[in-house]
């Protein structure tokens, strides 16, 4: 499966921007998937994550409350929602998947994953 991180941009601390992650040579609904972001200097960070039957979600404890993951099936996409962005959530985002244990199951590192998308830069100004 090949992914496709789009929709960062400049947005004002408050505001909101939703990120997707478009998959292509399989359909998204058959990986569980997850986000990560990446500041300048530091590790990439666990942001949030959705089985591959879409009923269970986990969230760092950074955006809990203010970040949704979603499926959007018709689109064959996963879908970060993001609001109440802060200085601290710049970032590159990106979205990663693999095939799961089970329909239940969702990932919260790195190493879990099989696949990377190129990521999208999200810049929060203060």
């Known amino acids: 499966v090949q992914l496709q991180a789009f929709g960062g941009g400049l ?10 992650c478009a998959a292509s040579g399989r359909t998204a609904s058959s990986y569980a998937v997850g986000w990560f972001r990446q500041a300048p200097g530091k590790e990439r960070d666990f942001v949030a994550a959705i089985s591959r039957g879409g009923d269970n979600t986990h969230y760092a404890d950074v955006v809990k409350g203010r970040f949704t993951i979603h499926r959007d099936i018709a689109e064959n996409t996963v879908i970060l929602q993001m609001y109440s962005l802060r200085p601290d959530d710049t970032a590159v985002y990106y979205c990663a998947a693999r095939a799961p244990w089970n329909n239940d199951y969702v990932y919260s590192t790195p190493r879990d994953y099989s696949y990377w998308g190129q990521g999208t830069q999200v810049t929060v100004s203060s």
């Open 11 to 20: 947005v004002q601390a408050g505001g909101s921007l939703r990120l997707s």
